[in-house]
């Protein structure tokens, strides 16, 4: 069953999405990790898209369908299905994936979107940090480091994105609803969307998500 995840940011795509990797094997595939990883390693890629992550506008379609169509390149196929995270976020990425994944005869068989009040996505993303040093991922509120600022498992120090400072985190926001509704029109009318709630503890978003896809998958079977 491969899926799209969507949903605003802090919903919790990527979260799902890395356990349906680690847990039920899915292929993951997130655009948002591959273009922070490029401006980690300050390749071109990365210097190119720096500007646009830190000012929460979108990085160009055509530089993000092409890091698409490169991972599913990579993808194994068989039983092993892929989790598209965040993406598409506009109708010419929508459009542009069909294209991509038409080339390959490959298909989606789900969109979920996530859905969670503004108030609270605000209060998640604001209170997000990450490891400088091995990246991993904190929160002040459900997941703090066992000495503030500092990271459990190597020591590094933890610093706060630019995309997750509350000023971008709106304007991130107010660009994601701009941008949903067409989308959400879209998969609505292909009978692919879904919606899933999206407040309370990862556990209980990712516990709902198995239930659902454990129901979708009875009836395309019934």
């Given at each position: 069953m491969n899926l799209i995840l969507l949903g605003p940011p802090g919903a919790g795509k990527g979260t799902c999405a890395r356990?349906?990797?680690?847990?039920?094997?899915?292929f993951h595939i997130s655009t948002g990790d591959i273009l922070r990883e490029e401006?980690?390693?300050g390749t071109s890629l990365g210097q190119n898209v720096r500007n646009y992550m830190e000012s929460g506008k979108l990085v160009a379609d055509e530089v993000i369908l092409d890091i698409i169509e490169q991972r599913l390149e990579n993808w194994s196929g068989g039983d092993k299905s892929?989790?598209?995270?965040?993406?598409?976020?506009?109708m010419a990425q929508a459009e542009g994936l069909e294209s991509v994944l038409q080339k390959k005869h490959l298909f989606i068989n789900q969109v979920i979107l996530l859905d969670v009040p503004e108030g609270e996505l605000i209060r998640r993303l604001s209170s997000r940090r990450v490891c400088g040093n091995c990246g991993a991922n904190y929160n002040l509120i459900s997941q703090p480091p066992k000495i503030p600022d500092v990271c459990d498992y190597c020591g590094g120090k933890l610093y706060q994105r630019?995309?997750?400072?509350?000023?971008?985190?709106?304007n991130r926001l107010r660009i994601y609803q701009q941008e949903i509704q067409p989308l959400v029109d879209h998969y609505t009318n292909k009978?692919?969307?879904v919606r899933l709630d999206g407040e309370g503890t990862i556990d209980d978003v990712f516990q709902?998500?198995?239930?659902?896809?454990?129901?979708?998958?009875?009836?395309?079977?019934?």
């Open positions: 356990m349906l990797a680690d847990k039920k094997n899915f401006v980690k390693k892929f989790v598209l995270d965040g993406f598409p976020r506009t630019e995309d997750d400072r509350e000023e971008t985190v709106r009978s692919l969307l709902r998500l198995l239930t659902l896809l454990q129901l979708l998958k009875k009836d395309d079977y019934s």
